[in-house]
């Protein structure tokens, strides 16, 4: 069974998909890890749109602010653009797992309801996560100021404040698409953390899609 956690960056699914390992003995592949694979072997000229956050990275501090919060639809845009090359590494992964038998997860941000709906002949489950509550910015900060591999440790209040605007911005997008394509959307903020990874267990270990 092939098993697929999407949602924006900084909403749970590294530490859903742990929970998931620990539980049910499932590895996890994370398609920020694919991603990688790609930038190392793809041509920024052949697949420009995999390479926007390589740029965007090396933009100051002020204009990557103020693309995530007063150009959200475009930077939203990029993120799609951008999960489309990653999800051709995916597709052939999926099917070369389901034909070995093995069950996996796959998480990350490159997961979108569009493109798992487009699947066929394989047995698969899928929830979409997110987080719009009014308190999101607060734990964001707290994790990366918690946890040393944060890439967000090193950055400026100012700078998480406006990724975290980004990052209920984008949840919605999620909720959106989520709806349209019929799988479950979850709200990380409706509840306690345990209790939505309950949920989410429930909606991928209970209900299946083929």
């Known amino acids: 069974m092939i098993y697929f956690l999407g949602g924006p960056p900084k909403v749970g699914k590294s530490l859903i998909s742990k929970t998931i390992t620990k539980k049910f003995g499932i590895n996890v592949v994370s398609t920020d890890s694919l991603g990688a694979v790609l930038e190392n072997v793809l041509d920024p000229e052949v697949e420009p749109g995999l390479f926007f956050f390589n740029n965007f990275n090396e933009r100051d501090e002020v204009d990557r602010i103020n693309l995530m919060v007063e150009q959200t639809t475009e930077v939203i845009h990029h993120i799609v653009v951008e999960s489309e090359v990653v999800w051709k590494a995916i597709k052939p992964f999926i099917f070369r797992e389901k034909d070995e038998g093995r ?18 002949n394989i047995d ?74 309950d949920r989410i267990l429930d909606s991928l270990f209970m209900k299946s899609k083929i």
Do not use: C
């Open 103 to 120: 069950d996996v997860v796959i998480e990350g941000v490159a997961i979108l309801p569009e493109f798992v709906n487009q699947l066929e």
């Open 124 to 197: 698969y489950r899928a929830v979409f996560i997110g987080n719009q509550g009014d308190n999101h910015k607060d734990n964001i900060k707290k994790s990366s100021k918690e946890n040393e591999h944060d890439w967000l440790r090193i950055s400026s209040d100012g700078y998480i404040d406006a990724f975290a605007t980004f990052v209920l911005k984008m949840s919605s997008f999620i909720e959106n698409e989520a709806r349209k394509y019929g799988f479950d959307y979850i709200e990380m903020d409706k509840s306690p953390f345990n209790d939505s990874v």
